[in-house]
């Protein structure tokens, strides 16, 4: 961790490593797409109808990204699960990219359900951020990412559940 300006409390702008590795952990689907040009690709082809919503989740999204990996605590250690705390919300951290990978591998193979991207791929990225945040006790990252969760998992819904 890099702290450079103080916010507050024990709250710096700086780079947090652990974050900077999260994200590049949530952007591997992403890095090997090219790799595996799925034939079907509706991710990727969304077209959104409602503007505003998906302005609001561009915005929370990349908010949520940069606390993520901009905001780092001088209390909190690089990787700890002592605490009962650190352990739940670090297992359900790993639970939700698991999740993720799983519902990307289906996409992958071309099972493009609509229910399943909407869990996998819009619902627990945000989730993900939520629970790295809260395990790493970076409660703006977290209150950013609960936005994230609603606003992404709702477009998710608008474009493959109900618009089908």
Do not use: C
């Not at 229910?115 to 989730?127: K, N």
């Amino acid at each position: 961790m890099i702290k450079f300006v103080h916010l507050f409390r024990n709250y710096y702008l700086g780079i947090s490593f652990i974050g900077i590795i999260a994200f590049v952990i949530q952007e591997i689907p992403y890095i090997i797409m090219p790799l595996i040009k799925p034939s079907s690709n509706p991710i990727m082809n969304m077209q959104n109808e409602i503007l505003w919503i998906e302005k609001i989740q561009g915005l929370v999204g990349v908010l949520s990204m940069l606390l993520l990996m901009l905001v780092v605590r001088d209390d909190i250690k690089f990787f700890s699960i002592e605490t009962t705390k650190e352990k739940v919300y670090f297992v359900l951290t790993i639970l939700m990219i698991l999740i993720n990978f799983v519902g990307w591998t289906f996409y992958f193979l071309g099972y493009q359900y609509g229910w399943l991207i909407v869990i996998s791929q819009f619902a627990v990225v945000p989730l993900y951020y939520l629970f790295f945040g809260l395990w790493k006790s970076n409660y703006l990252l977290s209150g950013t990412a609960f936005l994230f969760f609603i606003i992404h998992t709702i477009n998710g819904y608008l474009n493959f559940i109900i618009k089908k």
